[in-house]
């Protein structure tokens, strides 16, 4: 009787875990979403002469998000972000051109950063800030990134808004800095990299 009672009480224990765990996955769903070549990326850099900027729209980005009973982001789990080189264009061929260069275009086509942990945190009902760590390949130099914060925004469509902002070293991916004009003006190490974009299911 008492093996048979124990046996019971494992059962219903066993049980009782099973419904929690379905429970948690039915009300917590995770969704992923994506873009192609909708993107507003503005790369900004400095110069001996002047400030200089390089806009691009091509690339995709993929991202999984887990939502909470309520319709709120709780997670972010999984996101991917791939641009070609080439695809960022100032307005002078000559400074695309030394850009190219120092980005390896030939050999490394792409610019691309892989989600490895990341948390959300919530602003109000519709926004949220989320903070990313990942790896970023920037002319075939893998880097450990810690930090990439964006604002994310949910729309009336269920559509998501992204924008931020992240400051890179180009020295840190083994490029050197262009310069033009035979070596007289020259660009600084730092530049900034500026993103807004809309992802959807």
Excluded at 40 to 63: F, P, R
């Amino acid at each position: 009787m008492k093996k048979l009672l124990k046996g019971l009480s494992i059962k219903h224990f066993l049980s009782f875990i099973l419904m929690q765990v379905i429970a948690i996955t039915a009300f917590n769903q995770q969704i992923k979403y994506h873009t192609k070549d909708d993107l507003n990326l503005l790369v900004s850099g400095t110069s001996t002469l002047h400030n200089w900027d390089m806009k691009g729209a091509k690339g995709e980005v993929n991202a999984t998000f887990t939502f909470n009973p309520t319709g709120q982001i709780s997670a972010i789990n999984a996101l991917s972000f791939t641009t070609a080189a080439n695809g960022i264009k100032s307005e002078h061929s000559a400074m695309d051109k030394n850009a190219y260069k120092a980005l390896k275009v030939d050999l490394n086509p792409n610019i691309t950063f892989v989600l490895t942990a990341g948390s959300v945190t919530a602003i109000d009902a519709n926004s949220y800030t989320v903070r990313c760590i990942g790896k970023l390949t920037i002319a075939g130099l893998t880097k450990d990134v810690e930090e990439v914060i964006a604002v994310c925004r949910i729309n009336a469509d269920k559509s998501i808004s992204v924008s931020g902002t992240k400051k890179i070293s180009m020295k840190d991916y083994g490029m050197v800095p262009p310069s033009f004009m035979f070596g007289t003006v020259k660009t600084g190490n730092d530049i900034v990299l500026k993103f807004d974009l809309t992802i959807r299911k």
